[in-house]
């Protein structure tokens, strides 16, 4: 079955750097776009990030560009964001997802929390 | 960019329907996906494509989408429904590429 593990996560100073990492299993990763989500405590759902399947396609929503770097690994199984710059406002549980065909999600991660203070 | 509204909170009786609504700029020609989030839980897609059911996903979770609005409707709702819920678009006219509503709040009475 479909399984999706994010690492990672912890406290950081502002200003700080990140690096998450998800674990892929029980598909062809190579296959499948995917993206970083977030959830800020008692927020709503933010999107953070969008990786084409060869890694060649990147999207960044505005609130992370310049400072948060996504990629993989598919021969790893792997998907990594790199955060840098680290904010209050990015305290969050981050997901990783799979997108489907209709660039819905239809698997998540079971999420990780990063929180930003000093 | 693109904008999904949600209404905070929803109530419903057990064994009645339960409507959430998405609305946004000519959503109809969007495709909206739906996800059901239970607190401390990840969310679980129970909508794509407007209508569509993942497998697993009970008959009882329908969708539609027309005009400027899209709706989920679960049918005779169980206490086990109660769970925020989120709609989604992928709006490729602008940089902010996945749209999230705020989410709804659905309370079983």
């Known amino acids: 079955q479909v399984q999706l593990v994010e690492s990672g996560g912890g406290l950081v100073k502002p200003g700080g750097s990140l690096r998450l990492s998800c674990a892929a299993s029980?598909?062809?990763?190579?296959?499948?776009?995917m993206s970083w989500i977030r959830q800020a405590p008692g927020k709503g759902l933010e999107w953070v990030s969008y990786?084409?399947?060869?890694?060649?396609?990147?999207y960044y929503a505005d609130s992370v560009k310049g400072r948060f770097t996504i990629s993989r690994d598919n021969a790893k199984n792997s998907l990594y964001l790199q955060m840098n710059s680290l904010r209050a406002e990015d305290t969050a549980v981050y997901y990783c997802?799979?997108?489907?065909?209709?660039?819905?999600?239809?698997?998540w991660g079971q999420g990780t929390l990063v929180t930003v203070s000093s | 960019s693109y904008v999904l509204t949600q209404p905070p909170s929803v109530s419903v009786a057990p064994g009645k329907t339960a409507r959430i609504t998405c609305g946004g700029n000519?959503?109809?020609?969007?495709?909206v996906h739906w996800y059901q989030q239970k607190p401390g839980q990840a969310p679980v897609l129970v909508i794509y494509?407007?209508?569509d059911r993942p497998s697993g996903i009970p008959e009882r979770f329908s969708g539609s989408n027309s005009g400027n609005t899209a709706t989920l409707t679960i049918s005779r709702v169980e206490a086990g429904d109660e769970a925020d819920y989120y709609c989604?678009?992928?709006?490729?006219?602008?940089?902010?590429?996945?749209?999230f509503g705020g989410g709804t709040k659905l309370t079983v009475l």
């Open positions: 997802a799979r997108a489907g065909l209709e660039r819905d999600f239809d698997y």
């Open positions: 029980g598909f062809t990763f190579s296959d499948y776009y």
């Open positions: 990786i084409s399947s060869s890694g060649s396609t990147i």
């Open positions: 000519n959503i109809g020609s969007k495709s």
């Open positions: 494509y407007d209508s």
């Open positions: 989604q678009v992928w709006d490729s006219s602008s940089d902010h590429l996945v749209v």
